[in-house]
Structures are given as C-alpha cells and as structure tokens.
C-alpha cells in the first residue's frame, strides 16, 4: 500500500492523560517522551505501525487539549489541526476525567465524520461506561487494536483500483507522460506510477510513451481500448486520439479515486459563469518548488483568463493549511490529490460544498477550458462512482 494512503490516527487527551504512554505501547517503541511534566507532547508526533487485517497505518500523537498557557494555545492550535488529517481517532481519559475539554473534542470528531474510541485511563477510579478500561502503562492495548479493526472505515484502507470498471484483462492501456520541465529528474510523478500498476494488477498490456511518440503510435499500432494523459498535454492529445478511442487523464482518474467526484462534476461548468474580480481558490495538496509552468500556479490561472476574458483573481493553499474565509471565493479548484488520504481531501473541499461553492480538480477544469470536457468524463458515465 502506498504510504500516503495509510489511515491516520490521531491520538487525543489532555495533558497528562496517558496519550504518550499509549502511542508507545501501541508502537512497542520509546516513540514520545512521557514525563510527569504537563506539555511535553509540543508539535503532533508520527509513528507508522501494521494492525494485522488492516495494514500499515500512521499514529499521531498530539499535545494536550487543557493547556492554557500563551505556547499551549499555540500546540492546542496544531492538535485541532490534525483533525483534517485523520481517519479515525482515540481518546484518552484519564481516570474518568470527562468534562467539557472532552466533549468538545467529540463535538469535533463529529463535525469531521471521524470515528472514534475512548480509552478510560484508569488509575484508582470506576469504570467508565462505553469505554476501553485500561491502565495505559501496565495493561495489554490489544483491546484497543482490536476496537480499531471495528472503527477504521474500510474506506480509509482497502485498496482502491484507480481503473477499476474501466479496463478488463488484456484492455491496451497507453499513457501519456511528457517529460518537460515540470518533470522530476530521473523518474516519473506519482500518478503515473500508479496507474502502470493498476494496469498491470488488471492485466491490462501497458504502454507508455511521450506525448511527441503518440502519433507515431496511432499510425502504427493497433488502436489501444483507452488512452490517458497527463491533463496538461489534453489539447495535443485529443487531436490525435480518434474519437471512438476513450480518453481521460490522470488527474480525473484520481478525482474518483479520492476526490468528491460527482461535486467535481457538477461544479466545473461554473467555470463559463465566471465574472470580472471573482476570486477562485486553488487547493494543492503538496508543498513544491514553483516554475515557470506550474500546472496550478501558472497554466491552470492563464487558461482561466483566455477562456472567460475576465479578470479573475487566484489564491492558493497547499498542503494541509487552514482555509480562512471560504465564502469569499466564487470557486475551488483541487489539484489531483496524489499525496492526500481521500478524508484529507474530502476534508478540504467539504468546506467549498457546505458554503455552496463550485468545485472542480485540476485535470477536468483543463478539459472544460479546452472543449473536450464531455470527452474526458465519457469512459465514467456508466460506472457507479
């Protein structure tokens, strides 16, 4: 399983709880420091164990809810962060001690849609009712890996096929994968990577080529069942593509492997609604040096301008940034998701969906700006997404 699709876990108390305790247990390593000394859990500490039945997963430990000092506001800050990121939550309590800091917390776990357990930390108190009872630093916490093979969501885990239902064995794949300067030096990005994989898990005959060798291909070469581009090269591509040929590109397989896809769909037309001083949010999941072609910094913005002629505005957020003033923005445009758990994007674009922003991803808004959008969404149209 890919690293970046591990679920996450995030770890949660006051200070003091035990949280630290546990995420050693867990882990069977000295992974945090544990002191009797309140606040030594500072930035959210990760560690990546196996649960037997789910697979790798990442736990996250994080600073204490109850500290109230000027720095301690500051970590609670990144602690509430790391909601955005997990899949799954526990928290700790410490001998019963469940008051308003804990409500609250729950209060956002249900906000978020996170599943969670609570662990009663037990130190000389009652039992507390639909609870994990247990001595943090002397008990066994299989009971608590055994609660979280129930609470995981089978989502956040089981392996997704990213061509599923649009290939069958045997199905000719070609993808198309320029090498320019957006390029890494030496290897191809992410998304390519994943989809010759998925290609050959479905015994699909795999062929890769740069965008300047499609041609030849075409000329040559028995037509392939389906084609898919990075997004970037779509208007290059679709020219040489026949039509009867199914075309899409990496970015909307993506888009239904973790996106909210029908909201992708729905929302990409408001690009031709667009008005002079509207302001659109760009979302990239990753943090990275910007070039002169930046796919979502420079040629997504510029296609932008051409297509509507008005003057439109861009802000950009990457990685897991807060979002402040979402019902400022006429739109949000999400970028693949490549280095993104689907509840870290779901997370994001829920924002746009609750204000009732259009949404879109990077590769279809290409597609709709360049008249081919209909196109690159066809091989989708049948398939339950």
Sequence with gaps: MAKDLKPHIGIYGRTNSGKSTLINKLTGQPIAIVSAQAGTTTDPVKKSIEIFGIGPV?????????????LGRQRVGKTYQ????????????????????EAQLVEQFKEYDIPFIIVNNLFEGVPKRDAINLNVLTGNPQPIIEALKHTIPESA?????????????????VLVTPIDEEAPEGRLILPQVMAIRNALDNDCICVVLKETNLQQYFDTMPWPDLVVTDSQAFAMVSKIVPDEVRLTSFSILLARLRGDFEN????????????DGDKILMLESCTHEISCGDIGRVKLPALIRKFTGKNIQFDYVAGLAPINNMEQYAMAIQCGGCVATRKQLLNRTNLAVKAGIPISNYGMAIAFL?????????PFKSLNH
């Design 370 to 378: 360049i008249g081919i959008f209909a196109r690159a969404i066809l």
């Design 264 to 275: 992708y769909l729905k929302g990409t037309p408001y690009l031709s609604q667009l008005k």
């Design 157 to 173: 885990y089981k392996k997704a096929s990213m061509l599923g239902g649009l290939v069958k064995p045997n199905d000719v794949v």
């Design 58 to 70: 990442v736990l996250i430990d994080t600073a204490g809810i109850d500290d109230t000092s000027e």
């Design 82 to 101: 790391t909601l955005k990121e997990i899949d799954c939550a526990i928290l700790v309590v410490a001998d019963n001690q469940y008051a308003e800091p």
